[in-house]
T-cell receptor
Framework: GQQLNQSPQSMFIQEGEDVSMNCTSS?????WLWYKQDPGEGPVLLIA?????ELTSNGRLTAQFGITRKDSFLNISASIPSDVGIYFC????????????FGTGTRLKVLA | DGGITQSPKYLFRKEGQNVTLSCEQN?????MYWYRQDPGQGLRLIYY???????QKGDIAEGYSVSREKKESFPLTVTSAQKNPTAFYLC??????????FGSGTRLTVV
């Protein structure tokens, strides 16, 4: 099945550093979503993007909907230990269904 | 509070048995989904339903079955035909209120 390419696959960073991750697709998407998953839990929505070029912030998180509609970026500023987890992007395809396609995830570890 | 409830949190199955995972939502969402997550992997779509009494296969539907008799409920049965069922299963729903929301997952282990 179709999946988004998400990179990097994993990151080890020092507390206080900024983090960037991105998702790319060969298909155009109408909506981009970014989620965080803690171990043994379901993903929790961080940011939703609905228009090409849109830039949205949620606290220390900032995400952008690429102008080509084929990519999206998530930045985390001044990382803290509780930022540890798996970050997923998801895109809603343009087929008219309510189906979302998920990236493979970026595993973030923060070193205190 | 509105949300999605998955049960049980942990489930153990003997080989050859069918098991059913529960998913209930009180968000008044029309669309519901089941995903499978393997260690170190992303989410793979098993089945989804956009409306009551209708559902479609996702990317990895073989060995699974679902029903959607009520808007609030979308149970997933893992049948004996699923050769490698040990995984973390996530249910989700979508609606204009609350957006795309996940349950807390069920971890299924074959013993």
């Amino acid at each position: 099945g179709q999946q988004l390419n998400q990179s990097p696959q994993s990151m080890f960073i020092q507390e206080g550093e900024d983090v960037s991750m991105n998702c790319t697709s060969s298909s155009i998407f109408n909506t981009w979503l970014w989620y965080k998953q803690d171990p043994g839990e379901g993903p929790v929505l961080l940011i939703a993007l609905y228009k090409a070029g849109e830039l949205t912030s949620n606290g220390r998180l900032t995400a952008q909907f690429g102008i080509t509609r084929k990519d999206s970026f998530l930045n985390i500023s001044a990382s803290i230990p509780s930022d540890v987890g798996i970050y997923f992007c998801a895109g809603q395809d343009t087929s008219g269904t309510y189906k979302y396609i998920f990236g493979t995830g970026t595993r973030l570890k923060v070193l205190a | 509070d509105g949300g999605i409830t998955q049960s049980p949190k942990y489930l153990f199955r003997k080989e050859g048995q069918n098991v059913t995972l529960s998913c209930e939502q009180n968000l008044n969402h029309d669309a519901m989904y089941w995903y499978r997550q393997d260690p170190g992997q992303g989410l793979r779509l098993i089945y989804y339903s956009q409306i009551v009494n209708d559902f479609q296969k996702g990317d990895i539907a073989e060995g699974y079955s679902v029903s959607r008799e009520k808007k609030e409920s979308f149970p997933l049965t893992v049948t004996s035909a699923q050769k490698n069922p040990t995984a973390f299963y996530l249910c989700a729903s979508w609606g204009r209120n609350y957006g795309y929301t996940f349950g807390s997952g069920t971890r299924l282990t074959v013993v």
